[in-house]
């Protein structure tokens, strides 16, 4: 089928820099919109941005001028650059997309994909 590989998290003090990179694979006819998600402990897991095919954006409140999102369309690959890391930012990142992929030779069908996820951790 499908799979999402997320990559690039880890341990930053406040104020710095992580890249996070998902990169899809498999039987796929197409991609639509992705989203990078979030879940702290203890927290629901909440949209952090999302990205169409087109490329317009939707940014929740908290991250607006701190993280840019990103695709590459001809390497099935979704960035997340961050910027200016809070504490707050402090949480499991998931890499979500809804993907046409072939299931029977030349049909195909659309599901929403989800990553592993990766932890992002800001120390203070």
């Known amino acids: 089928q499908v799979q999402l590989v997320e990559s690039g998290g880890g341990l930053v003090q406040a104020g710095g820099s992580l890249r996070l990179s998902c990169a899809a694979s498999?039987?796929?006819?197409?991609?639509?919109?992705m989203g990078w998600y979030r879940q702290a402990p203890g927290k629901q897991r909440e949209l952090v941005v999302a990205?169409?095919?087109?490329?317009?954006?939707n940014y929740a409140d908290s991250v607006k001028g701190r993280f840019t999102i990103s695709r590459d369309n001809a390497k099935n690959t979704l960035y997340l650059q961050m910027n200016s890391l809070k504490p707050e930012d402090t949480a499991v990142y998931y890499c979500n997309g809804d993907i046409q992929y072939y299931y029977s030779g030349s049909y195909f069908r659309s599901m929403e994909f989800w990553g592993q996820g990766t932890q992002v951790t800001v120390s203070s």
């Open positions: 990205i169409t095919s087109g490329g317009s954006t």
């Open positions: 498999g039987s796929i006819f197409g991609i639509n919109a």
